[in-house]
């Protein structure tokens, strides 16, 4: 099982970027897909999540209303629309597979992890 995540760089406060994870090794449509990330010096944490249908959504109340995750079972891909980004949003973020059939914030409940991508967002 593979999860590569791209899409990270440097931007300034408020602007876009795209995360996104292309899942190889595993029946994609078959698992719930996460986005977490680890600021420098916090433990790792939940920033949204997507059931395996794509119906139901879940997000971290700080990124609510500025970041969209969005899969694409065809392409075994999950996003991460990141909008209106702030200086505290700069971390490493990673996406991360669950073959559950529901959505949890556990970082123990994930079975695969990929190997993160660095967003750093400038004051």
């Known amino acids: 099982v593979q999860l590569q995540a791209s899409g990270g760089g440097l931007v300034q406060a408020g602007g876009s970027l795209r995360l996104s994870c292309e899942a190889s090794?595993?029946?994609?449509?078959?698992?719930?897909m996460s986005w977490f990330r680890r600021a420098p010096g916090k433990e790792r944490e939940f920033v949204a999540g997507?059931?395996?249908?794509?119906?139901?959504?879940s997000y971290t109340d700080s990124v609510q209303g500025r970041f969209t995750i969005s899969r694409d079972n065809a392409l075994n891909t999950v996003y991460l629309q990141m909008n209106g980004l702030k200086p505290e949003d700069t971390a490493v973020y990673y996406c991360a597979a669950d073959r559950a059939g529901y959505l949890t914030r556990k970082l123990d409940a994930y079975d695969h992890w990929g190997q993160g991508t660095q967003v750093t967002v400038s004051s």
């Open positions: 090794g595993l029946t994609f449509s078959s698992y719930t």
């Open positions: 997507i059931n395996s249908g794509g119906g139901y959504t």
